[in-house]
């Protein structure tokens, strides 16, 4: 009612306005603007003690997203201080946090399921696929979101009993959120026609990670949030801290480890207050996976930069939403992801005519992108030129795509070269050596460094036979042994 009354009142000054001298109704419509605006605002984060009686069921009634004013203001109080922690108190369930800061802290939020519990395995599989060194550099905070406080009790005896060692350590934590710190979670809006209760669900899941993101700002340097039915792959955090170490002098606000949901996605620490106050702003709005591109896109990181091979993969068979089935799988997903290749600096290059935007760099990038180009002829090739000599162990090439699955390589090799000729630009090996034939779209070598016995400067896919179908390289994976000084 206030801020109607505020907009018919500016309309009417406008009018007024209106028929004064130029350079006054400039200034005039200025203030007003201004004016405008910070009842906006006013209207945005007035405290509740601020509010009279009579318009607080106003409130209540005519816009059911609100909070509680008498219950939950207290969660919301400085929501525009983003870099600040929500005053909230948190119960310890197990463990608590060592002074000490680690390289990364690891979230997942559980809570009862219809059908089946997958928590402890993945708490297991984090545990058990990290060696004695990379354990000393992560911490795994648990929060059991449930209001079962019976079955909160059941699932900390259990993470107790199996998981004591890593609880008397400092690096496994259990923590819980009273119910009277949330938000309404009753009558909120049906965005995308979902049902009552998926909006509650999915609106309570957004809260859930903001608490939890709240907790963990402080722990560590770097933050991955996982969810409670996942599998992880042996060495993960090498795998993170080789890809974070060569992102070094690059912006970025996501980097995400596994193609689904809320899995695998990677943060730097200091960023989780404005994140979580960002997910308790909009918890009604949509999924949390939707929140968070839009958040990504609010702090200029446009496109989504994704690593392969994935190393979370989703292992539960029912959705903790009323227990329907959930078969999603992530198919970039590897065990064995410790050894992720190198990829040494390099200029790519080919003749091949490219479609679009898919140039030949996104083929030798290890983010979610791919080489494409339209029909090649005998002759045809995709270059790589190193910046330096390279002893070369391991080389792996994969062409086409699930969608596109004839797009392969149906006759091509791949050689190396030495002896580099011609300018920056225009560089090339004078001499090549064939390693092998492409089979089924794919190549992989292992033991270069004994089959060839000179420092590889270029590296080259050959098509030896022309095609009518269009060319993916998806991925060049190159594996060092040691990089030689010119």
Known sequence: VTLLYAFLHVRHNLKYFDKMRCLRKRSAVSFLGVLVICLLFMNLYIEDGYVLEGDKQLIRETATHQLNPERYVHTFKDLSNFSGSINISYRYLAGTPLPRKRYLTIGLSSVKRKKGNYLLETIKSIFEQSSYEELKEIAVVVQLADFDSAWCEGIVQDISQKFAHHIIAGRLIVIHVPEEYYPVLDGLKRNYNDPEDRVKFRSKQNVDYAFLLNFCANLSDYYVMLEDDVRCS?????AVKKVITSREGSYWVTLEFSKLGYIGKLYHSHDLP???????????????????????????????IRFK?????????????????????????EEESFDIPDNPPANLHTNMNVFENYEASKAYSSVDEYFWGKAPSTGDFYGIVFEKPTKISKIKVVTGTEDRQNDILHHGALEVGEKIIGSKKGRQCTTYLRLGEFKNGNFEITDVEH????????????????????????SISIWTSQTLNQ
């Open 274 to 304: 404005r994140l979580a106050h960002f997910l308790l702003m909009f918890y009604q709005e949509m999924p949390c996976d939707w929140l968070l591109i839009h958040f990504r896109g609010l702090l200029a990181q446009k496109e989504v």
């Open 309 to 333: 091979p994935s190393l979370f993969q989703h292992m539960g068979y029912y959705s903790s939403y009323k227990g329907a089935e959930n078969k999603l799988k992530d198919d970039d997903f």
């Open 451 to 474: 089959k060839v016995l000179f420092d590889i400067n270029c590296m080259r896919i050959l098509v030896t036979k022309s095609q009518k179908e269009w060319l993916i390289i998806r």
């Open 234 to 238: 042996k060495n993960f955090l090498t």
